[in-house]
């Protein structure tokens, strides 16, 4: 069962009593757990770039647990101009899907955002509960060129490096994009370099500005001239994809970059994850340059002697697997564990010990 929501700032919001920022809409019968979770992820950075231009809307894919059970939740985020106090106003309008659910959408999740109709971008009515299940249609068609990676990045290959990111394990990627007309149809491209069947795996969002506790951005498009651009570009963690200052390009021989560049997705489509993680080309971070791109063959990780440095590794690769492993996860904690036994335990026992044997000493002392 899908399930809705609508966060804004209004006089009066959908639970009794409630104003100011605070869900103004949503679906019947929506678990409390999950309402609450939805108003969490409703945060909206009112652009530092934006001054003059139309504010830039974030529209996202991301994956969270509740229990037992997993959401796809796609989201649409943006400025709404001022409210009824007369400050900023944002809009969130969430949509979570269960796994089944998100079947029905092979083209992924960034095609739904096609159904304008669908999605509020502003509330000037009262509160209201929506029936169940609705949902918006699909109509966005895979497109057959990668023409805005190369009019923005000057190389539709960049867009393979978001490809082959994704097949080598999902490790995540930012990109600085120069304007935020440019994202949805960045993201587009780059999905056609992604299997159907993996494209609900890629959380992403348009307009990145801070991770959310519990969740996982794989593709993190990110607006320059913000702060977040600066802090990329001065100290990138992961893979980095800047239209300024590149010092590199996409790897040749990429089966990935080449795809994009010869315009035909479907070549990688089918490329199986274990089969490119262990490819030869890679894009490694930069520092405040830009881009690089190396060349990398098969190297084999050296081992910490230090077990909490294997340990922080052990967690940081975890970070990278998609969240409906978390079953998995579950089911490894479920395990009977071996107590060990306590080190207090034992001094206590020895304690006790001792003041027996001294009384029995003293016993036989006296008589």
């Not at 943006?78 to 899907?97: F, P, Q, S, V």
């Not at 190396?294 to 922080?312: D, E, I, K, L, N």
């Not at 967690?315 to 492993?325: A, H, K």
Request: glycine share 8%; hydrophobic share 35%.
């Amino acid at each position: 069962m899908s399930f809705e929501l609508v966060y804004t700032s209004a006089r009066r919001g959908l639970r009794e009593g409630a104003s100011g920022f605070c869900t103004v809409a949503a679906t019947d019968g929506m678990p409390r757990a999950l309402h609450e979770k939805l108003e969490s992820l409703s945060g909206y950075s009112h652009s530092e770039a934006a001054t003059g231009a139309e504010p830039p809307v974030n529209h996202s894919h991301m994956t969270i647990r509740l229990q037992r059970n997993i959401y796809h939740v796609v989201s649409r985020i943006g400025d709404a101009g001022i409210d009824y106090t007369g400050r900023t106003n944002k809009i969130a309008h969430h949509l979570a899907l269960t796994g089944a659910e998100a079947e029905r959408y092979p083209h992924g999740p960034a095609a739904l955002f096609s159904d304008c109709g669908f999605w509020h971008a502003d509330w000037d009515s009262d509160p209201e509960t929506f029936s169940p299940n609705r949902t918006p249609s699909s109509y966005l068609e895979p497109v057959d060129d990668f023409g805005t990676w190369a009019d923005v990045f000057g190389d539709a290959g960049w867009a393979g490096v978001l490809g082959h990111a994704v097949a080598d394990g999902l490790k995540p990627v930012s990109i600085i994009v120069p304007n935020p007309d440019d994202t949805m149809m960045l993201l587009h491209e780059a999905l056609q370099l992604v299997s159907p069947r993996d494209r609900w795996k890629v959380c992403f969002s348009t307009y990145f500005s801070r991770l959310a506790p519990g969740t996982q951005c794989h593709w993190r498009f990110v607006l320059d001239g913000t702060t977040e651009a600066r802090k990329l570009r001065a100290r990138s963690l992961g893979l980095l994809v800047d239209p300024r200052g590149s010092t590199g390009d996409p790897p040749d021989g990429n089966p990935f970059v080449e795809a994009a560049r010869d315009n035909d997705p479907k070549r990688v489509q089918s490329v199986a994850k274990s089969t490119t993680r262990r490819g030869t080309a890679a894009v490694s971070r930069t520092g405040g340059g830009g881009s690089q791109v190396v060349r990398t063959g098969r190297r084999r990780p050296q081992q910490s002697r230090h077990p909490a440095s294997r340990g922080a590794r052990r967690r940081s690769i975890r970070d990278l697997e998609y969240v409906e492993e978390f079953d998995d996860d579950e089911q490894e904690d479920e395990r009977p564990r071996r107590r060990k036994p306590r080190k207090n335990s034992r001094i206590l026992i020895v304690i006790v010990l001792l003041v027996l044997a001294i009384a029995v000493l003293g016993f036989f002392a006296i008589q």
